[in-house]
T-cell receptor
Framework: QKEVEQNSGPLSVPEGAIASLNCTYS??????FFWYRQYSGKSPELIMSIYSNGDKEDGRFTAQLNKASQYVSLLIRDSQPSDSATYLC????????FGSGTRLQVQP | ETGVTQTPRHLVMGMTNKKSLKCEQHLGHNAMYWYKQSAKKPLELMFVYSLEERVENNSVPSRFSPECPNSSHLFLHLHTLQPEDSALYLCASSPEPQGKAEAFFGQGTRLTVV
């Protein structure tokens, strides 16, 4: 079992729609969870962190965490073409462990 | 100036060459990392340094040799690499190596081994 699992996609949504990205993790002791965005040829950029069960909102982004289900998700509201990128889920253990990422395509 | 700076941005080297990648962070962080990103694979953690001490080495081949002379600088020395080592090498830093450790990445070095 992979430590951090994501659907590779691509996930295609129309402009203005809600994009939902999902991630599961295997280590029940994990306490910190992060979403990074990576544009093609660029380095990962931190967009959200979440540490407690429930929702955390920041602008158009909402991170959701369910530790009992070992599940973390990212919702992007009012998706824009500029949101097209690969979204990486990361879980903090001794250092960040990343999923393979989900490629999001927002269609104009 | 960006928080984490890597040089060079691109590097082409032969299998018999020796080269070094450099990373510098201006964030006052205590932990620094090297990650490798190959096509269609997750980011792979290579090394972790906390306060200049190596705290993790993820079974990385000895042809990769890290060096952390102080908490702001991190090097990755390369020698006798193989073509499969071609990848994007990313440096990151965080306040501490574990816990609520938001990591910030440099721009990466695109390495091609010929």
């Amino acid at each position: 079992q992979k430590e951090v699992e994501q659907n590779s996609g691509p996930l295609s949504v129309p402009e203005g729609a809600i994009a939902s990205l999902n991630c599961t993790y295997s280590d029940r002791g994990s306490q910190s969870f992060f979403w990074y965005r990576q544009y093609s040829g660029k380095s990962p950029e931190l967009i959200m962190s979440i540490y407690s069960n429930g929702d955390k909102e920041d602008g158009r982004f909402t991170a959701q965490l369910n530790k009992a289900s070992q599940y973390v998700s990212l919702l992007i509201r009012d998706s824009q073409p500029s949101d097209s990128a690969t979204y990486l889920c990361a879980v903090d253990r001794r250092a960040l462990t990343f999923g393979s990422g989900t490629r999001l395509q927002v269609q104009p | 100036e960006t928080g984490v700076t890597q040089t060079p941005r691109h590097l082409v080297m032969g299998m018999t060459n020796k080269k070094s990648l450099k990373c510098e962070q201006h964030l006052g962080h205590n932990a620094m990392y090297w990650y490798k990103q190959s096509a269609k694979k997750p980011l792979e953690l290579m090394f972790v340094y906390s306060l200049e001490e190596r705290v993790e080495n993820n079974s990385v081949p000895s042809r990769f040799s890290p060096e952390c002379p102080n908490s702001s600088h991190l090097f990755l020395h390369l020698h006798t690499l193989q073509p499969e080592d071609s990848a994007l090498y990313l440096c990151a830093s965080s306040p501490e190596p574990q816990g609520k450790a938001e990591a910030f990445f440099g721009q990466g070095t695109r390495l091609t081994v010929v």
